[in-house]
């Protein structure tokens, strides 16, 4: 039986990279990187992960090298954060339609300037259309079970495309929690060895890669989409046998107490716990309030999402990102599209709060259910609200 | 666009776009962008096969006759035949039509 031990997540998350016996790790190894590659390093050096540690000279190399490594057939992690995934970008948009399934965990942090190491998902945010599956973590525990999800998908001969897992930077890669490192046996069960079903092997040359000119370009982003698409099947039903193996149920959306609701909260992430203490809050004072919490991004779970939110009127998005000069943020915008002339459509109201670190409160919580209602009484004049955000 | 004698779908695309047989660049004739096409003087060539030689895209190919022939299919006009050969026996004219 595993045992639930006080781990630092990125500690942790580590230690999961461990039991899903990768091959290769690549990654460079400063600020903004967390404690999961360091570990990492000491783990392939002290000798108990059979593994090649490559530590590159940036960003870009690390996730070049891990598509070298993929397409060669070795099961391959790394692990970045804001400014680093951005230096990455170039490359994330390779290894998909490659369909090379690396892992990533992304430590979502501010993108500088001014310079920040804390939380919120505007590096992530402009990452969402290179093709990768995504999902994001709530806490530590959940941070683990995905990863090792991650791999079991990402692997999957029907899906073979990569992957991300999302965690809060600092909020959950910094922080100690209870978390319940798996059994190697139960992993294994899990997840199979690696057989890709390309890879690079002289005895049998081929090519990866190639030109795509115009007559070819458009199908091949077309076929990369639709395996996205597509892989939304294998995600659940890994999900479905995670549940069987080690207990924990994963679902794209969590939908929390929100039986006869008026307003739902949507939110992705760590602050979706203090979004449930905010529901129980404004609950106990007769509020009809509930949450739904986005854990699936990429492919979006559409039809789960309708069938979360029901016949609820009112969505109040919450949002981490912001979209310098657009009309308002990614998740209110996908979900406005979502219900674009939808017969009963919910009203969707997008709120931007959390930026670089700012601590969202169960009060703030508050604050954007109020003005949902009030907003759905008489329409406002802006298409996003700043909450937490000091005027003067 | 190039005349691609293999079209497919997204569904009968390969994997990955992998190519699994090599030297499939044939398939693809590429040389319709062209606005000038190297035209060969024999009275002035001596079958040196520079042409053949410095041609970027391989499209020179020698004839029984020992001349050196571009293949049209595959020539974009660059003129780096008609500037390389040593009897200026190659005019590059425009594409007309």
């Known amino acids: 039986m595993a045992k639930r031990i006080g781990i630092e997540v990125s500690i942790a998350l580590a230690e999961a990279v461990k039991l899903c016996n990768v091959d290769v790790i690549a990654a460079y190894p400063i600020t903004p990187q967390t404690h999961i590659v360091e570990h990492l390093s000491e783990l392939v050096a002290d000798g108990s992960l059979d593994a090649e540690f490559v530590p590159v000279e940036s960003e870009h190399s690390a996730m070049s090298c891990c598509c070298g490594s993929s397409a060669a057939g070795a099961r391959t992690f790394t692990a970045t954060s804001a400014q680093g995934l951005s230096l990455m970008s170039e490359i994330l948009y390779i290894a998909s339609p490659m369909r090379l399934p690396i892992v990533m965990v992304v430590a979502n942090r501010a993108m500088s300037a001014p310079i920040s190491i804390w939380n919120d998902h505007q590096d992530i945010m402009v990452?969402?259309?290179?093709?990768?599956?995504?999902t994001f973590a709530e806490n530590g525990q959940e941070a683990v079970d995905l990863l090792i999800h991650a791999f079991r998908v990402a692997e999957d001969r029907k899906v073979s495309l990569p992957a991300i897992v999302n965690i809060d930077g600092f909020t959950l890669s910094h922080v100690i929690e209870p978390?319940?490192?798996?059994?190697?046996?139960?992993v294994d069960k899990f997840l199979p060895p690696f057989k890709p079903k390309y890879r690079?092997?002289?005895r049998k040359p081929i090519t990866m890669g190639p030109v795509g000119i115009p007559e070819i370009y458009f199908e091949s982003k077309i076929a990369t989409n639709e395996a996205l698409k597509a892989s939304k099947k294998v995600i659940l039903k890994a999900w479905k046998e995670f549940e069987e193996i080690f207990g924990r149920k994963y679902e794209p959306i969590d939908a929390y107490r929100t039986e006869d609701a008026e307003v739902l909260l949507v939110t992705m992430g760590s602050i979706s716990e203090t979004a449930m203490t905010a529901v129980d809050v404004m609950r106990d004072k007769g509020q009809k309030v509930g949450l739904l919490k986005i854990r699936?991004?990429?492919p979006f779970p559409i039809q789960e999402f309708r069938k979360a939110v029901g016949k609820t009127p009112i969505l109040a998005v919450v949002d981490r990102h912001l979209s310098l000069g657009g009309v308002c943020s990614p998740v209110a915008s996908e979900l406005?599209?979502?219900?674009y002339k939808v017969p009963s459509a919910p009203k969707i109201f997008d709120f931007i709060t959390g930026l670089g670190g700012r601590d969202v409160t169960v009060e703030h919580f508050e604050e954007i259910v109020d003005k949902a209602k009030s907003f759905a009484k008489r329409r406002p004049k802006d298409y996003y609200h700043y909450i937490g955000g000091r005027e003067k | 666009m190039a005349r691609v004698d293999a079209i497919v779908g997204w569904k009968t695309i390969t994997f990955g776009c992998h190519i699994f047989e090599p030297g499939n660049s044939v398939k693809f004739r590429t040389g319709d962008w062209r606005?000038?096409?190297p035209v060969l003087d024999k009275e002035k060539c001596i079958k040196c096969g520079m042409c053949w030689i410095y041609c970027p895209d391989m499209a020179y190919n020698q004839t029984e006759d020992g001349?050196?022939?571009?293949?049209?299919?595959?020539c974009k006009g660059c003129g780096i035949c008609a500037n390389e050969c040593p009897k200026d026996a190659i005019t590059m004219v425009p594409e007309e039509g």
């Open chain 2, 35 to 37: 606005s000038q096409r």
């Open chain 1, 179 to 186: 978390i319940e490192i798996p059994d190697q046996e139960d």
């Open chain 1, 336 to 339: 406005k599209t979502l219900y």
């Open chain 2, 67 to 74: 001349y050196f022939e571009v293949n049209l299919e595959y």
């Open chain 1, 200 to 202: 690079l092997d002289p």
């Open chain 1, 127 to 134: 990452q969402k259309d290179v093709g990768w599956i995504q």
């Open chain 1, 296 to 298: 699936l991004w990429r």
